[in-house]
């Protein structure tokens, strides 16, 4: 049963959003953000036997969808005749978009940042000319600031989803992919405060009424779930996902996804690490943890989604490099192409020479090796050899394992996910 069936559609907010106001948004962000690419992701599609294709909303300018909903919303403003500038808090994709409209188009722009954001999403943000300012040290002590910033300064508060005509910006990426791609007959959108999928929402209903949409919602921060069953949220604690870990949905959002979205899943940590790792792999995608929770869904459940015609939003690929590079080790980890072997021998002259020869003649690349005497309970007279080792595949590595064997030396496995 979908949200839809489970409950009659209540009436919107007066200030409610229509597919009008999202084709106006269109030709107010042309130019500024761009209209991206929607790719077939047939290695991702084969092993769920569906049909997937990539939004690739991580080619934006600022690397996220978010600059759609800010340039709506600045255009707006400039439109208006608004030159005194616009105030705006976040500890990321938002920020940017706003900075980078904003440097475009000669309009001041100050961002509001908890003070532990880190110096990468600063350093981009003031790279488009924005003035950041670090207050707080959570993003609801920032905001608090950015408000009496605002106030003190007679500025122009940007919310991040909570405003129409920010909505109206999110959801032309449907418009496009509707367009590019007509025969989808199910959208997967990630989910922080709404503003994303509820302006996709009522853009994809325009355009095709019988689509599915489903959102997806950190495990760890589904509020929007929770809000729609009339629950206090309970949310909290970490997650690669930080773009949609948001603690209350919008107040517009909320009453346009309950209308017009069909079901809302959650993602554990897990399955969204290896979504992003999946990304890199498969589909040569750098995603962001928001950015890959549609695919993880996707993975997460494949019956559900077997033999569809299915679009996932990748909206975003801003993504820390360290984190990046111990999500791809980790993978390799869990994929079996990189494995911790012991080999335990005697500790006599050549021996750690002949396990590298086999391991070497064997195909493995040795990554790290320890020489351990001094711990693992190992006999005075024996050693523990702990070798990283990247393999082609599981069944490599075992191999490898078991040449070691029939060399004379006892080996474990110690380290690779099943």
Known sequence: ??????????????????????????DAIAGTAFHTPIVVAAALGAAIGADIRLKLECLQPTASFKVRGAANKLAALLRAGSR??????????HAQGVAYYAGLHGLAATIVMPRGTPFTKVERTAAFGARVVLEGDTLVEAEAHAHQFAAREGLTFVHPY???????????VALEMLADAPDLDCLVVPIGGGGLIAGMAVAARARNPGVTIIGVEAENYPSM???????????????????????????????????????IVLV???AIEEAVDRMADAACI?????????????????????????????????????????VLLRGLVRGGRMVRLRVQISDAPGNLARVTRVIGNAGGNIVEIVH???????PVKQADVDAVVETRNRAHGEDIRARLEAAGFATWIIAASG
């Open 1 to 26: 049963m979908s949200l839809r069936d489970a409950r009659p559609s209540p009436t919107l907010p007066a200030m409610s959003i229509e597919i009008a106001d999202i084709e106006a948004a269109a």
């Open 84 to 93: 005194y500038g616009v105030v705006a808090c976040s500890a990321g994709n």
């Open 162 to 172: 909570d405003d129409a005509a920010v909505i109206a910006g999110q959801g032309t």
């Open 225 to 263: 779930k929770m809000a729609l069953r009339g629950e206090e949220p309970l949310v909290g604690g970490d997650t690669l996902a930080e773009g949609i870990a948001v603690k209350t949905p919008g107040v517009l959002t909320l009453p346009i996804v309950r209308r017009l979205v069909d079901d």
């Open 268 to 270: 554990g940590e897990t």
């Open 286 to 326: 750098v995603a962001e943890g928001a950015g890959a929770a549609g695919l993880a869904a996707v993975l997460d459940q494949p019956g559900r989604f077997a033999g569809r015609k299915v679009g996932l939003v990748v909206s975003g690929g801003n993504i820390d490099h360290r984190v990046l590079a111990s």
């Open 372 to 378: 351990q005497r001094l711990f693992h309970n190992v």
